[in-house]
């Protein structure tokens, strides 16, 4: 399975806020790749609502897998949600997510604007 496939996969088992459908690969588009995450536009497919952008932390592969877009680097592996080993460790050790938590995520993402993407890190040349 190439490296694309499996963030398509994961996105499979969730569900549109809207309609309850799961995403398929067709409503997940590349909008940048970086060299330790990938920027993913969320479409629903079923009732054609954007579910936003999510930011997905890869690593590298042992091999060379397709490219999930034309004039992109080889695809990088998808460990679950987490991004290595070592990550979901680091991320077990660490208390739930509480809801004021979620709610200050919420605003945060909701007063980013237009120009969100300032805040990613710079692509290294």
């Known amino acids: 399975m190439n490296n694309f496939a499996a963030v398509a996969e994961h ?25 330790d995450y990938w920027v993913v536009r969320v479409t629903c497919q079923a ?5 936003g952008v999510a930011v997905v932390g890869v690593d590298f592969d042992n091999g060379p897998a397709p490219a999930p877009a034309k004039d992109k ?17 680091r991320f077990a050790e660490l208390a739930p997510i ?3 938590e979620v709610l200050d995520a919420a605003s945060f993402i909701r007063n980013l604007g237009s120009d969100w993407m300032r805040h990613l890190p710079r692509k290294k040349k």
């Open 11 to 35: 996105f499979r088992k969730l569900r549109c806020a809207f309609c309850q459908q799961s995403f398929t690969p067709e409503g997940l588009k590349l909008l940048r790749e970086e060299k």
């Open 98 to 100: 509480n809801k004021d």
């Open 73 to 89: 680097p080889a695809a990088r592996r998808i460990d679950g949600i987490f991004a290595s080993v070592s990550e979901e460790k």
């Open 47 to 51: 009732c054609h609502q954007p579910s």
